[in-house]
């Protein structure tokens, strides 16, 4: 069993220590938040030990696996120090998404870690669910041919107004994520981004891709629907099939091209994925899966580097934004 400690314990650190406590593969052991009375009321809850100073913890419990999931400015300015502080302590990462809000600070916390040879994983939860899986599969054993192209949304309220660019930093990582899945590396980006009525941030953006590999690829996301319907939908399309993969996890349909049979997957009612938060279970499982089975940490599914991949085509977006041109992704 792996040893485990969670760094920052708002609603998901707290999320992530619950589901650590119940996974076979590990053993909670300590809990800290610079807000000693989160720490105390989850170890309460959960048994492990509370802490408020991270090196002190690292030094105490000596944990196999650390969780950050602090926060921050533009939700990622806080990952950057606890991450740094357990990767050198000898601990395997998985931090929560934007890996950083400056790149800077995300490609030494990368290039950290592969220096020191630990597993270092972002909470790219939306691409571990059955559905994203069988996809993938689909387009690995041929089924969409030749790549043309990639349709992506996603679509959720947030009404925080911490920084012009909150809405593309802290939400896209996870679409562009998903669209790396599909399509690999993008090369350049165009964003065009407005304002929702009474709101001073870009609540709402539409990004052009076009990957390294030819493929052309679209994204819509938006901090300003109320949740309830559908949130997010992937849809990737090639000469020889097409599918559409709604709200993650809830159904995928391959439709082959010239073939007016589709085949439908849809999440099962025994055994299927019950809500949003599994995405956090299947990722943290798979996480740990990993570590145990000793993998070379770049073979971590949703890795760091796929966390700063997709951070530099939000940059590239965001520079795309100010200037009314098409960026390349540095
Ligand atoms: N993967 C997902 O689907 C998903 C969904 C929502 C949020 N998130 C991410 O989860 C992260 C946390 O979100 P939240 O809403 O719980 O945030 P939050 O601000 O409520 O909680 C963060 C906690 O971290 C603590 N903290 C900050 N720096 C610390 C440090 N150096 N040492 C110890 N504690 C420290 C803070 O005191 C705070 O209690 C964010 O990065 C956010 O982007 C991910």
Redesign the pocket.
Same mark, same amino acid.
């Not at 800290?32 to 807000?35: F, G, H, I, L, W």
């Not at 999931?69 to 921050?72: E, I, L, P, R, Y």
């Given at each position: 069993m792996l040893r485990v400690c969670v !760094? +920052?314990?708002? /609603? !998901?650190?707290t999320r992530h220590a619950s589901i650590y406590k119940e996974d076979p593969l590990a053993e909670l052991v300590g809990l *800290? %938040?610079?807000?000693r009375e989160?720490a105390d009321a989850v170890a309460c809850r959960l048994g492990a030990r509370p802490f *408020?100073n991270?090196p002190e913890m690292l030094e105490a419990l000596r944990p196999d696996v650390v969780s950050v =999931? #602090? +926060?921050?400015y533009e939700?990622?300015s %806080?990952?950057y120090? /606890?991450t740094v502080q357990a990767l050198e302590a000898g601990c395997h990462v998985l931090c929560?998404? /934007?890996i950083s809000n400056e790149i800077a600070k995300a490609e030494e916390m990368v290039s950290r870690a592969r220096e020191r040879g630990l597993c270092f994983g972002v909470?790219l939860?939306h691409r571990f669910t059955p559905a994203a899986r069988l996809a993938k599969q689909w387009q690995e054993e041929g089924r969409l041919g030749h790549l043309l192209f990639i349709n992506m949304s996603m679509w959720i309220k947030n009404p925080a107004e911490s920084s012009p660019y909150f809405q593309i930093k =802290?939400l896209h990582p996870?679409t562009v994520d998903i669209m790396r899945y599909y399509c690999g590396d993008v090369e350049a980006v165009q964003c065009f981004a407005t304002k929702a009525p009474g709101r001073s941030i870009w609540s709402t953006a539409q990004f052009n891709m076009r990957f390294r590999n030819g493929v052309v690829g679209h994204l819509t996301g938006s901090y300003d629907i109320e949740r309830g319907h559908p949130m997010e939908r992937c849809e990737v399309a090639g000469v020889k099939g097409r599918f559409v993969l709604e709200d993650m996890f809830r159904e995928l349909t391959l439709y082959p091209a010239g073939n007016l049979e589709k085949t439908v997957y849809s999440n099962p009612i025994f055994g299927g994925m019950r809500d949003f938060e599994d #995405?956090?279970t299947n990722r943290i499982h798979r996480f740990l899966e990993q570590v145990t089975e000793g993998i070379a940490p770049d073979e971590i599914d949703g890795s760091g580097a796929d966390g700063l991949a997709a951070q530099k085509v939000l940059a590239a977006a965001i520079e795309s934004l100010e200037t009314e041109r098409v960026v390349g992704v540095r």
């Open positions: !760094i +920052g314990l708002g /609603p !998901i650190g *800290c %938040d610079v807000r989160r *408020c991270v =999931a #602090t +926060g921050g939700y990622g %806080d990952h120090q /606890p929560e998404k /934007p909470n939860n =802290a996870h #995405t956090f």
